[in-house]
């Protein structure tokens, strides 16, 4: 029988795809790559179905392997990421914007894949920084409301572990972490969410034919109504397991919102889904 094993994860994913990209990602897939010679790199510039240029990747080899040089993607032609890959792991300064493309909405330095420098990211005029190390948040961490007030202090020691934190709300009163921070939630618990998957997914019949399995990642949006929207694939075996996943996740009920500097937002969160044929 073929099922459908779920898992449930918050963390940011950065995807590395060996060549050929575009044939095994279900999104590329669909857009026209242009290859060419730029100097040192083979850059790869990826073109939706209306010739709108979605993305540039850079790559030390032609055979489009290893990832190295710049990187940039667009969004509805406004700039979205923008950064550089070396040995095939971002490295460097990488800057996120906003989706009109005309602010800094997230400020990362990474060591080859791993977090490391300085990071600052804005939530809607509000802001949190502070500093990594080789993937651990160090030292002193600090979040601002929009009108420059302490929301939080929090202090990391070298091992990451956070030492000691304070928290305020916007009339400086001290407050606990969850009065300003918390997660969308899924009604019941992730245990519910996970029994909804298990019996709203459908194995497609092409996919157990052909024994294909695999995860299926997606990240998606929690709008301040509890409403699922913005689900994107970021990683799936083929786009049969993709659809389906996507399918159950659009129709998802009973999520409640996140809140951030204790305003209730829009959040994203990663998903992924493990789907496996039992013989």
């Known amino acids: 029988m073929a099922i459908a094993k779920i898992g449930f994860a918050q963390q940011d994913t950065t995807l590395v795809y060996n060549s050929p990209m575009y044939t095994k990602d279900p999104i590329r897939s669909k857009w026209h790559p242009v290859v060419k010679r730029v100097g040192e790199f083979y850059q790869v510039t990826f073109y939706d ?19 190295k040089g710049p990187y940039i993607s667009y969004n509805k032609n406004n700039l979205r990421e923008k950064g550089n890959y070396d040995k095939g792991h971002k490295n460097g300064e990488w800057i996120t ?50 009108d420059g007030k302490t929301a939080g202090e929090e202090a990391y020691d070298e091992g990451g572990n956070k030492i000691e934190a304070k928290y305020y709300d916007k009339n400086g009163n001290k407050v606990k972490y969850e009065d300003l921070f918390t997660p969308p939630t899924y009604k019941g618990g992730i245990r519910e969410f ?10 497609p019949a092409q996919s157990a034919k052909q024994g294909t399995q695999g995860t299926v990642l997606l990240s998606f949006s929690v709008k301040k109504n509890g409403d699922v929207e913005a689900v994107n694939i970021e990683k799936a075996p083929n786009n049969e397991l993709a659809l389906e996943a996507v399918r159950v996740l659009n129709m998802s009920p009973d999520w409640m919102p996140g809140k951030m500097f204790g305003e209730v937002v829009n959040v994203r969160y990663n998903i992924p889904i493990k789907f496996s044929l039992n013989r």
């Open 49 to 67: 179905r209306k010739d709108i240029m979605q993305e540039v990747i850079s790559f030390e080899d032609k055979d489009l392997t290893v990832r």
């Open 97 to 146: 914007y906003t989706n009109d493309g005309l602010q800094e909405k997230k400020i990362e330095n990474y060591s080859y894949g791993k977090l490391d420098g300085k990071f600052v990211e804005y939530w809607q005029g509000n802001k949190e920084e502070g500093s990594y190390i080789n993937g651990k948040k160090t030292g002193s961490w600090k979040f601002t409301y929009k």
């Open 194 to 203: 996970y029994k909804y998957l298990s019996s709203e997914i459908k194995y």
